[in-house]
């Protein structure tokens, strides 16, 4: 049986970024190393949107987050979390482990901090000196308005932290023109390639605030990735295997285009949200995003069940809900490697299941209403 | 041109470990990853030595350092460092970021710190809570005394952590044996995988240390990653595909076997040792250890020329020296997927780059002293 990924992070690969990694390994002070690196964050800047610089880090993307957090706060400083989920948790977490005095605007599972809320907190919290938010809230499906909430914080002293882990690359996001002073992203998500590295886009404001702060940590020290990453360098050992092959994948968004990738995951989004629809299913987020659609489990409907068939039948891999929202929510991933036609085969995949255990479904509506929206 | 790598990591990776990275990605949260990740655990504890638990992040090997420094020790709480050179720095510099009350044993570069140097350290530092040593210090290519070291720390209260990054896995280092209560290591060198991946080991003796200290990080949190590999897990998206591939790798070591790795670096060790002296070079270390050959340049040549030259003409890429260093030593990897025969290759390398520059050497005598060792 073919067996095919659709969980939001690790995602598809493209066969000749495999290939890469299939490749020897180098010594990654090199010239050659330099080169790669100095390609793949000229590429990156043009995915973040940023004539700013972005580093490369070998961590999962909850690293890329702890680096903001230790590089931009000083301990019991003041801090705005925007949460909305898990991922909001997670932010929460880490400024927690790291002493910070967070005030929490936080919304139900399935919701959007509004820029309403964002505005009222700034107001009561003026001493804020970084507000952390998230661009695709994978644990709910849930986008934000981070456009608008960067208009508000351009406006104080704080800078606007972006969780961009999954999200950046699928949807718009423009770092500089949206005024997000630190965007942290992963390798494993829209970007096309395996877990191992995560990307942080710095400011000049987010600059500014980091060298006003007392070093708190060492390998997540952005001061020292930023000063490397000028000469086309690391601080320390990275997975230079890795970033190899990123530069394939970027290459490979280069060659679509930008806002040409952010309308295929828009338009294949509406799809995919199009045939949840017309399988009687309901969306989770009240304000989904491109990069994966979030589907209620109908009452009745055994959710973690459906999804082990579905996988075992049909070889189709969805993601579960985490923690407290398993066997509640199914997660469908479509960013990064795969397209629409990829996406109808898990449509398909999908309503067969959901046949076959009896849920009553029209064989046929969700893969005829994808086909509608893509032609549309 | 062929072109080989000899630089203490990374190290060449075995062809099917590169295949295995080839290979489509997988959901790192499967009963599959699960499996493999128990495989791979119970694996590294063989090429440890341990009975312990030993967790796999996703990092360079700095970061397996500071996971031990923020999870073991208390801000301005005592620690003993020994420092033969610039890993010894590497732990110097993380302390430093962590506010540890720091004294340093330190030699010059070349010399090793003794037993007996670390035998007055902990009588005038009864209270330190921690000592931090190199096994193999990379810079210089000297092997330290641990076996030694581990008898002295064992009877105070201070736990030993050992930087083994380059040396684990080529050189002996029996973790449980030796009474080493943290040993950390990497992917990217004895290990025969590309950088990615840092393994740590953690005692009985540490974790009732890290459980009587207050949290100071998160991702480098060795309490959540203890918890998490108790059930084959991580507590963040792991680097799943060099996972994966490092269960290869891990296969062929045990293939090998410890016992046979170790005796077959120590031959190769020291038959490079003697051809480096049959070509009237010197060894730059006092107390060379196994996993690599360091060797003076000879006065009136060019060092840093002379590897590039000898890269241009003949492939092969040994390591300079780093920052001071530059130039006056070069740097000789031989551990992991490297046999004696890819070294005999280096030697004669070496020797016609030499003899090309004008610098006295008999050529064939390298080599022919290399085997002499290799045969008796």
């Known amino acids: 049986m073919k067996t095919r990924l659709f969980t939001p992070g690790p995602t598809p690969v493209p066969e000749e970024t495999l290939l890469e990694l299939a490749k020897p390994v180098g010594y990654h002070r090199s010239a050659e190393a330099k080169a790669i690196l100095k390609e793949v964050s000229e590429l990156l800047k043009e995915v973040f949107r940023t004539a700013n610089p972005v580093v490369t880090l070998t961590s999962s993307g909850t690293g890329g987050m ?8 000083a301990a019991n400083e003041k801090a705005i979390l925007l949460s909305a989920g898990r991922w909001g948790e997670r932010w929460k977490g880490i400024l927690k482990a790291h002493a910070a005095n967070t005030h929490i605007v936080s919304v139900p599972y399935g919701k959007a901090v509004t820029p309403e809320m964002l505005a009222t907190a700034l107001k009561e919290h003026p001493d804020a000196g970084a507000v952390f938010a998230t661009l695709s809230e994978t644990s709910t499906g849930v986008g934000h308005d981070i456009q608008a909430f960067g208009k508000l914080v351009a406006a104080t002293p704080a800078v606007l932290v972006v969780d961009g882990i999954s999200g950046l690359g699928a949807m718009e ?19 096309m390639l395996p877990p191992g ?73 509406a799809a995919t949200r199009a045939a949840v629809q017309a399988m009687g299913l309901e969306l989770f987020a009240e304000r989904p995003n491109n990069a994966l659609t979030v589907i209620h489990v109908p009452s009745g409907v055994d959710g973690s069940g459906t999804l082990k068939a579905m996988e075992k039948t049909h070889g ?29 085969g898990a449509i398909a995949a999908l309503e067969l299941t959901l046949s076959a255990t009896g849920f009553k479904v029209t064989v046929g509506a969700g893969v005829a209403a994808f086909q509608k929206a893509m032609a549309g």
């Open 66 to 73: 702890e680096a903001a957090v230790t590089s931009l706060l």
């Open 316 to 344: 189709y891999k969805l993601a579960d809900g985490q923690d407290d929202m398993k066997g509640k929510i199914w997660r469908l991933s479509h960013m990064g490697y795969v397209d629409a036609f990829d996406v109808l």
């Open 197 to 269: 590295l995560a990307y942080v886009s710095v400011s000049e404001k987010a600059k500014k605030k980091m060298d006003a702060t007392s070093v708190r940590g060492f390998y997540f020290d952005l001061r020292r990735s930023l000063a490397k990453i000028a000469e086309s360098d690391t601080p320390f050992t990275p997975a230079n295997t890795l970033i190899k092959a990123q530069l394939v994948s970027l290459k490979r968004m280069k060659a679509e285009g930008m806002e040409a990738l952010w309308a295929r995951h828009a338009k294949v989004a």
């Open 173 to 191: 996001c423009r770092t500089d023109e949206w005024n997000i002073d630190v965007v942290v992203s992963g390798s494993q998500k829209a970007f």
